[in-house]
């Protein structure tokens, strides 16, 4: 993000939309492969482009769910939110809820941590990180809960936590893993050492960020949307509930 934002300030956030007079509209995939022909460099992966309500400007989605403007000749870009006065809509936020809903069925869960308690009825899904305090306390209230599956996708931040990536390598690679994480999260008892193993770290890592999710920890629940950050018990079980369908 810091890298579009340093790209914004070079090209002008503040310029005005200009109308680009009489020129032919260019077709989105014309706006995307200029935008990364021209930005090549930084890495940037389009996910999408749509022409605006303002002629002769894109919007561009970019990965991790960033949201872009541009011109048609892609010489000018601007960051933001797009609000539509007339109608009184921020045309911006509602992109991004768009964006946030997430197709659960598609979510590989293969390479998730999966606890059922009691009859596993209700679903979740976590991103988590092993040293994240907030991940510890949340996996303390799901430890009061019923009748629910719960499905962990290891995400260890490793520029907060520098021990994290080891202590899930540890964690995954046990013969039972759903137990050593369990033990770790809720009694705070590390894994025996054992040999590193394959993991799905780095496939979680590239799906959270294809989600737009940058921290931890994150749930989704069936119905495709999110929630961060930690909820106590009983309002956790209560927006399980209410998004399963």
């Not at 590239?206 to 495709?224: I, K, S």
């Amino acid at each position: 993000m810091r890298k579009i934002k340093r790209l914004g300030l070079m090209l002008g956030l503040a310029l005005p939309l200009i109308a680009c007079g009489q020129q032919t509209q260019k077709t989105p995939k014309q706006i995307k492969k200029a935008f990364e022909e021209n930005y090549q460099q930084l890495g940037i992966q389009v996910k999408d482009v749509k022409p605006l309500p303002i002629k002769g400007w894109y919007e561009i989605t970019l990965n991790g769910n960033q949201i872009v403007y541009v011109d048609q000749n892609v010489s000018y870009m601007m960051q933001g939110d797009l609000v539509d006065l007339k109608n009184k809509k921020n045309l911006t936020e509602e992109r991004l809820q768009e964006l946030s809903i997430v197709d659960y069925k598609t979510l590989p869960l293969q390479d998730a941590v999966t606890e059922v308690r009691g009859n596993g009825q209700a679903h979740v899904v976590v991103f988590s990180d092993p040293d994240c305090p907030y991940c510890k306390r949340l996996e303390a209230e799901f430890a009061k809960m019923t009748d629910v599956s719960i499905h962990t996708f290891l995400l260890p931040m490793d520029q907060l936590h520098p021990y994290a990536r080891a202590k899930s390598i540890q964690i995954w690679c046990q013969q039972d893993k759903t137990e050593a994480w369990l033990d770790w999260m809720r009694q705070n008892k590390a894994p025996k050492t054992i040999a590193a193993c394959d993991t799905p770290l780095d496939r979680n890592e590239q799906l959270a960020q294809h989600l737009g999710f940058n921290g931890t920890p994150t749930l989704v629940f069936p119905n495709g949307k999110s929630s961060s950050g930690y909820l106590p018990m009983p309002q956790l079980q209560e927006m399980i509930l209410r998004n399963q369908k």
